[in-house]
């Protein structure tokens, strides 16, 4: 097992620690009372009753007490769901009338699937594993109460069964529950729908583990959920009957007169305990132990339960996890609250448990459906994910509406006892461990072991600032994740920034709209989420496999400090500098170690001036330009076309592959020595256009660079330059001296031409591997001739045509993205003025220069997420630092509408049947149809393509 760099800490012994067993590492569900987990816990831990009681004049199918003369009570309570009629079908793909006909269950069962893949961290289009789905919903009644009420319907569906259109069975059957989540979401592994009534969803669970560990798939979601529409209706009380008499379960108490049956949807994520550790998960508990069996036919009836049927599925379970009974500090019973079942059910734990153990009381009891009632095919998924939250969190929740034991239930002469309060889940010599159970109508019963997670402890490398990424199908459900996320930063303090950051890069679907955010802190990062976004930090990705186009600035760009927190914190751009700091100082006429340029800080101001000298600069912007580079491709940033602005362009020949690293520094000092020898000068940034400039310019001077179409640089003997200044001026055009101690590229360099070539032409080359835009020539350069001697000769003579070379390169490609590689920013404001209209592309620095705000860390980041949102694929595992944890985080902001054909009895009319001026809520508007189209047709080409490779 590859834990990376994590270790785990003894539970108890290290024999205790769980090596084998199946991780929960990610849940989501409906619950009554409570939409999402967070909420059903909270409500647990606090003791919350979440059935509904209603009057009868909120029924929404008739009262059949005015037809029955029955003498029992009609009681009108049950633990009902929050809008079930609603569903984001553009988010999953689908057409509004497909949505409209499609059961609730799947619906449902579809978005909390979702989740708990997000939950987990986990994005299944990038998890390299098979993922399988197993799960269960109860009958269908939306295509009964629902659509079958038209009867033009019903004659339909019942002619098109197997001969006509498939639409209706596929959104209803059971059969498609499973299979619909694994095309849905892109998972491979085994899919299927099981069916054991009450027990359906830990059956699930357990099959589910029994893939696993067959390796079969490497995870799976598996759970069920139950809605029985109409949702308002009541019952008749029976004494002696399984339904509750006033609408409470009271498992196990005195009063306990039966159930009542509710609503619910569950669905965990498992995984072998072994990889969850190896990948980082949080892990909720360890399967350790399950089972199924039958009851047979050795009872009452066929609905009875069975003591001997219900004490082998627990024994099996105990003895599959190899653990003794003793060892188990909580039981979640199946606890339906009925006269029959509960005794029996204690009887049945009873009689496992004395083959192990002779103590009483020890062990704690409870069960969910006291909160929500019976839940049915959820109801073993529900009480699973209570008993992990309770191992997890190390606490007994509260059993409520329990007062005074069943009579029947010999509690003080069994190893249980009824848990009524909120408390501590104590340690003991044995981790933490728990049972639940689950039986169905039929004699179908399961039970699961599971025990607390273990206790794992990453290391605590990270970074001073931590990239967020954000991605959604609308802009609204972007902007709704930001303020998700601000606001769990606000209310979580103790979840690592660096894990949350991690979870959202490689837990989380990459969508078209995208927003990213480079913080140093907790509240910087709130702010960000809330406040104005900066340029190209968010937008719509239109591409997932954009050109880099790499462009490297040129001697000016330097200062002090530059790349000094990626020195400190980043391995490959320090190991970098190092290589490069080391052949420089190997070089009998450079005896300078450029480190401490790098690691600057603003208590040696005199580095300033040193840098500013050319034979100093060069080299540091040099080693800077590579190392950066280096990142950026360990990162899995690599180029397919570059720029260098003059000195820049030796950056581009090493990428390339026409230089060694170790060749191209020593020839990087050689022509800065060599180019600081030549006599002084001076340049000068005219805010015009080259041929504005040309036809002004003295013969003394030289068109030295031309940055952007109003933006020209010019070089020469000092006294010249002052006197063209004064020239300019008269014709109110704008100039700027730059500080700068010689006229570069211009006459004035011509003696360093014949000593820089010579010392080229000695030197091994290769022709260029990627594609090069000359900015000696504005335009792509040919491999071959960028290797020339006599090409480096020109490039130091001639005008740097920066422009034309950039225009050039976005000219060539739709999909380019430019990255400034290199200290400043600059280059970055000088392409943007060339890069408009049709020419328009993304743009975005990696530094900041000498006086931005933030970090290196933050600035690069920040260009990271720059590339991200403009359909960048980082390698986010080679951008993470040490072993960073999946941690759960709010999931995806579905932006639901209505979507629901009303019993025809009861309805004006269906949402298909309203005008289209009176569109219902769930009616698509046609752009969104067109999207869904083209999405669709989208899919069906790449299938085609892969076909055709083949």
């Known amino acids: 097992m590859n834990t990376g760099n994590l270790h785990i800490e003894n539970l108890a012994d290290s024999d205790d620690v769980p090596t084998e067993g199946i991780a929960i590492v990610g849940m989501s569900g409906r619950f009554p009372g409570a939409k999402n987990v967070d909420a059903f816990w909270a409500n647990i831990k606090n003791g919350v009753e979440s059935i509904t009681h209603f009057s009868p004049d909120e029924l929404e199918i008739t009262d059949p007490s005015a037809s029955e003369e029955d003498a029992g009570k009609y009681v009108c309570a049950k633990g009902m769901l929050d809008d079930i009629d609603m569903f984001d079908a553009r988010f999953f793909g689908y057409l509004p009338r497909e949505a409209e006909v499609m059961d609730p269950q799947h619906r449902i069962f579809l978005e909390i699937c979702w989740e708990a893949m997000e939950n987990a961290g986990y994005d299944a289009k990038r998890y390299p594993g098979s993922v399988g789905v197993y799960g269960g919903c109860y009958m269908d009644t939306y295509i009964l109460w629902n659509l079958c009420s038209d009867e033009s319907f019903r004659e339909r569906l019942v002619e098109s069964i197997q001969v006509g259109s498939l639409q209706t069975e596929l959104g209803n059957d059971k059969d498609y529950l499973a299979t619909r989540v694994a095309y849905k979401l892109g998972l491979r592994g085994p899919a299927m729908t099981l069916q054991t009534a009450c027990s359906t969803s830990l059956v699930a669970i357990a099959t589910a583990c029994q893939s696993i560990e067959a390796y079969q798939c490497d995870m799976a979601l598996a759970g069920g959920v139950t809605i029985i529409l109409p949702q308002k209706k009541g019952y008749f009380y029976k004494e002696g009957g399984m339904l509750s008499p006033d609408g409470h379960c009271r498992t196990f108490d005195e009063n306990a007169a039966g159930t009542v049956f509710s609503h619910g949807a569950a669905v965990v994520l498992l995984k072998r305990v072994e990889d969850a550790i190896a990948d980082g998960d949080t892990i909720y508990g360890v399967i350790r132990g399950y089972a199924t069996n039958n009851d047979g036919g050795d009872k009452v009836s066929y609905t009875a339960p069975s003591v001997e049927g219900q004490a082998e599925v627990i024994s099996l379970a105990l003895g599959m996890a190899d653990i003794d009974a003793r060892s188990i500090g909580y039981v979640e019973a199946h606890g339906t609250a009925t006269p029959l079942g509960d005794p029996i059910e204690v009887a049945g734990l009873t009689t496992a448990y004395r083959t192990m153990t002779n103590d009483n009381q020890y062990c704690a009891i409870g069960s969910v459906k006291a909160n929500l009632g019976h839940l049915d095919v959820a109801s073993g998924a529900i009480g699973l994910i209570k008993t992990s939250l309770a191992l997890k969190d190390k606490i007994l929740p509260p059993m409520i509406n329990f007062k005074k034991p069943n009579p029947k239930i010999d509690f003080e002469s069994s190893p249980f006892f009824v848990n009524t309060e909120l408390k501590t889940w104590d340690e003991t010599e044995w981790p933490r461990r728990a049972g639940v159970s689950s039986f169905g109508v039929g004699g179908t019963n399961a039970h699961v072991v599971v025990e607390e997670p273990p206790r794992v402890v990453h290391d605590d490398q990270k970074r001073d600032a931590e990239l967020f990424l954000l991605s959604a199908r609308s802009k609204d459900a972007l902007a709704a994740q930001a303020e998700q996320l601000a606001a769990f930063l606000e209310n979580d303090a103790d979840t690592p920034l660096a894990d949350i950051a991690h979870t959202l890069r490689v837990g989380r679907r990459e969508f078209e709209h995208r927003r990213a955010v480079s913080a140093k802190d907790r509240d910087d990062a709130i702010t960000k989420l809330r406040g104005v976004t900066a340029p190209g930090l968010s937008g719509v990705a239109v591409t997932n496999s954009p050109q880099y186009v790499f462009i490297f600035p040129g001697q000016g760009a330097q200062y002090p400090g530059m790349g000094a927190d990626l020195y400190a914190t980043e391995p490959v751009f320090r190991e970098t500098i190092d290589k490069v700091s080391a052949v420089l100082l190997e070089l009998p006429d450079f005896s300078i170690d450029i480190r401490k340029y790098i690691q600057w800080t603003d208590h040696e101001t005199a580095l300033a001036d ?294 025809k009895q009861n309805r004006a009319a269906s949402a298909s049947d309203v005008k289209a001026e009176e569109k219902p809520v769930g009616s698509a508007n046609p752009t969104e149809v067109e999207e869904l189209i083209q999405r669709q047709l989208g899919l069906i080409s790449t299938q085609l393509n892969l076909l055709k490779q083949h």
């Open 610 to 903: 040193e840098l500013a000298q050319t034979k100093i600069a060069q080299p540091a912007i040099f080693a800077v330009e590579i190392a950066l580079a280096r990142l950026l491709q360990h990162w899995g940033i690599a180029p397919s076309a570059m720029i260098g602005h003059s000195v820049g362009e030796f950056s581009a020949a090493v990428l390339a592959g026409v230089f060694s690293l170790e060749d191209a520094t020593r020839l990087v000092a050689a022509r800065g020595r060599l180019m600081q020898a030549m006599p002084k000068g001076q340049m000068l940034a005219v805010m015009a256009t080259r041929a504005e400039v040309e036809a002004l310019l003295p013969k003394a001077l030289s068109i030295a660079a031309v940055n952007a179409p109003g933006a020209t640089v010019v070089s020469g003997p000092e006294s010249d330059i002052n006197s063209f200044v004064a020239a300019l001026e008269d014709k109110d055009i704008g100039t700027k001296a730059l500080k700068t101690s010689h006229a570069f590229h211009s006459t004035m360099m011509a003696d360093a031409r014949a000593p820089l070539e010579a010392l080229i032409a000695d030197l091994p080359r290769g022709t260029a591997s990627i594609d090069i835009y000359s900015t000696e020539r504005g335009a792509q350069i040919d491999g071959a001739a960028f290797s020339e001697p006599s090409y480096w000769g020109e490039q130091l003579m001639n005008p740097v045509l920066f422009a034309d070379a950039v225009m050039a390169a976005a000219e060539a490609n739709q999909h380019r993205v430019f990255i400034e590689v290199g200290p400043g920013q600059t280059l970055s404001a000088l392409s943007k003025q060339s890069l408009t209209g049709e020419l328009k592309r993304p743009i975005t620095p990696v530094l900041g220069p000498v006086n931005a705000s933030g970090s290196d860390v933050e600035n690069i980041l920040a260009g990271l997420g720059r590339i991200w949102v403009a359909g960048g694929t980082p390698d986010w595992a080679a951008f993470t630092l040490g072993q960073r944890r999946r941690v759960p985080l709010p999931t995806y902001p579905f932006e639901r509408k209505r979507y629901w054909v009303d019993p």
